[in-house]
C-alpha cells in the first residue's frame, strides 16, 4: 500500500505540474491536450445498441468510413459483447470477428488509429501484430488473462485499462463498495504499479461506468471524475447510450443520443480525455463546444 500512495503521490505532482499528456501510437504522439472521441465498432449480433452493430465488411467498412468522416480519432473494434448476462464468446469465435475487420479498416484507412477490444491476450498479439490494431482496450484490466500485462511490454502499445467488478455475467449481481472511488483508485493503483514495474509508458485508464456498478455508482463516477486526476495518467469515459441514460429518462438505448450528449458533456467538463461513443459526431461537437466553455477557441468570434 505504501508503493501505492507513493506512486499516486508522484504522478500527482507531474500532473500539477502541468506537463502535457500524450500517448504514443507507433512513433507518433497523439495529444491529448484537446479529447479525443473514440468510435465504437461492434461485430457482434447481441450488443446492448443495436445501431452499432455490424457484421458484413461492407457494413464495417461504410461505418467506419462514416465515423471517420465525422472525425473519429480512435476507431474501437470489439467481438465480444460485455453487456450483462451477455452470452459467452469462444476465442475462435471473436478471433474470427475482430481481426478481419480491422484489416479491412487499417487497409482502407492507414492513418486511423485503431484499437482492439479485448480481454485475450492472443487476439491482441494478433490484432497488433498482424492486423494494424494501436490500442489495446482490456474490460478486465488484466484481471481475465495473466498473459495480458507481459503482452502489453512486449507490443508497447497504448494500454487501456478498465475497472470492472466481477464479470460480464455477474457484474450486476448487487454490487457493493466500501468507497466507490476510493476502492476504484485502490484497484487502479496496484495496477498501475504492475505495469508501470514492468516498462509500460501509455496507460489510459477508464472507471467503467456501468461495469459493476449500479446507476447511483455510476453517477456519482461522473460526479467525482476529477479524483481520477491524483493519478496523472489519461481518463477514458464510456458513457453512450448506457441504462444510467436510458432507465433514468424512461426511453430505450435508440433514444438516448440527447442524454448521451449531456453526460458526454459532464464527462469532458470533469476531465475526460477521451470519451468513447457510437455518435461520433455529436460527441465531436461536444468537445468543441465545452473546450469553448473553457476558454476561447482561436479563429471564432
Known sequence: MFLIKSLLSEIKEKRLSGKPKYINIRGKLLDLGVPRVMGIINITPDSFYEGSRVSSDDDILKLAASM?????????????????????????????RVLGAIKIISRNFPEAVISIDTFR?????????HCGAHIINDISGGEADDKMFSLVRELNVPYIMMHMKGNPGTMQEDPVYEDLISD????????????????????????????????????????????????????????SRKSMIWKTLGLT???????????????????ADIIRVHDVKEAKEA????QRLKGPVTGVE
Open 68 to 96: 471517420i468522416s465525422d472525425g473519429a480519432d480512435i476507431i474501437d473494434v470489439g467481438g465480444y459483447s460485455s453487456r450483462p448476462n451477455a452470452d459467452d464468446v469462444s476465442p475462435e469465435e471473436e478471433k474470427k
Open 121 to 129: 491476450s492472443d487476439i491482441a498479439f494478433e490484432a497488433v501484430t
Open 253 to 271: 438505448p435508440g433514444e438516448a443520443l440527447n442524454g448521451t450528449t449531456v453526460l458526454n458533456s459532464a464527462a469532458l467538463l470533469g476531465g
Open 184 to 239: 476504484i483508485l485502490k484497484w487502479f493503483g496496484s495496477r498501475i504499479v504492475a505495469l508501470q514495474s514492468v516498462g509500460v509508458k501509455d496507460i489510459i485508464l477508464d472507471p467503467g461506468i456501468g461495469f459493476g456498478k449500479t446507476i447511483n455508482h455510476n453517477f456519482e463516477i461522473l460526479r467525482r471524475l476529477g479524483d481520477f486526476a491524483v493519478t496523472g495518467l489519461p481518463l477514458l469515459v464510456g458513457v
Open 287 to 290: 468537445v468543441k463546444l465545452v
